[in-house]
T-cell receptor, first 109, second 117 residues
Framework: GQQLNQSPQSMFIQEGEDVSMNCTSSSIFNTWLWYKQDPGEGPVLLIA?????ELTSNGRLTAQFGITRKDSFLNISASIPSDVGIYFC?????????FGSGTKLNVKP | DAGITQSPRYKITETGRQVTLMCHQT?????MFWYRQDLGHGLRLIYY???????DKGEVPDGYVVSRSKTENFPLTLESATRSQTSVYFCASIGQGLRAVNTGELFFGEGSRLTVL
């Protein structure tokens, strides 16, 4: 199935640093979603974006729906150790979802 | 608010055995999905269901069977398990807002980790 291009694949950062990751697609989407998955757990929805250009925050997380509707990015500010995990994006159209391959985030205390 | 619960969380079985993974949601969401998650492949859709008694194949349906006699339950059965079906399986549903319109927010269960020996 169609996969979204997500980058970077992994990141090693120091506690307190800001993080940015993005997803791109050749197709446009009506909704962009960002998830976090901890080891051994299911993905948890962090942010949902519904409108081109929309910028939405959830605590230290900020995500944007690209103007072209073909991309989205997620920023995490002032990272902390519990931010460790895999973050992945998803695009949604007409009851179908397409997923990025994930960004593995490592945070050094 | 229990959301989506999957059982069992962990299962070890042998090649050729039948296995059923259960999925139960408390929201009365119409759309439900089964995905498998494997390293290098990400999340792949096995089957989905638009409502009770309506199911359809996804990207990798071979070797799997689903049913949906009630809105809240969506079991996945491996009729004769193979080693290639060793994976983590996730059940999910789409959130619904006013007038039961799908919101596009996909909610996942905690996963069922299946090992086929």
């Amino acid at each position: 199935g169609q996969q979204l291009n997500q980058s970077p694949q992994s990141m090693f950062i120091q506690e307190g640093e800001d993080v940015s990751m993005n997803c791109t697609s050749s197709s446009i989407f009506n909704t962009w979603l960002w998830y976090k998955q901890d080891p051994g757990e299911g993905p948890v929805l962090l942010i949902a974006l519904y409108k081109a250009g929309e910028l939405t925050s959830n605590g230290r997380l900020t995500a944007q729906f690209g103007i072209t509707r073909k991309d989205s990015f997620l920023n995490i500010s002032a990272s902390i150790p519990s931010d460790v995990g895999i973050y992945f994006c998803a695009g949604y159209n007409f009851n179908k979802f397409y997923f990025g391959s994930g960004t593995k985030l490592n945070v050094k205390p | 608010d229990a959301g989506i619960t999957q059982s069992p969380r962990y299962k070890i079985t042998e090649t050729g055995r039948q296995v059923t993974l259960m999925c139960h949601q408390t929201w009365s969401h119409s759309y439900m999905f089964w995905y498998r998650q494997d390293l290098g492949h990400g999340l792949r859709l096995i089957y989905y269901s638009a409502a009770a008694d309506i199911t359809d194949k996804g990207e990798v349906p071979d070797g799997y069977v689903v049913s949906r006699s009630k809105t809240e339950n969506f079991p996945l059965t491996l009729e004769s398990a193979t080693r290639s079906q060793t994976s983590v399986y996730f059940c999910a549903s789409i959130g619904q807002g006013l007038r039961a319109v799908n919101t596009g927010e996909l909610f996942f269960g905690e996963g069922s980790r299946l090992t086929v020996l």
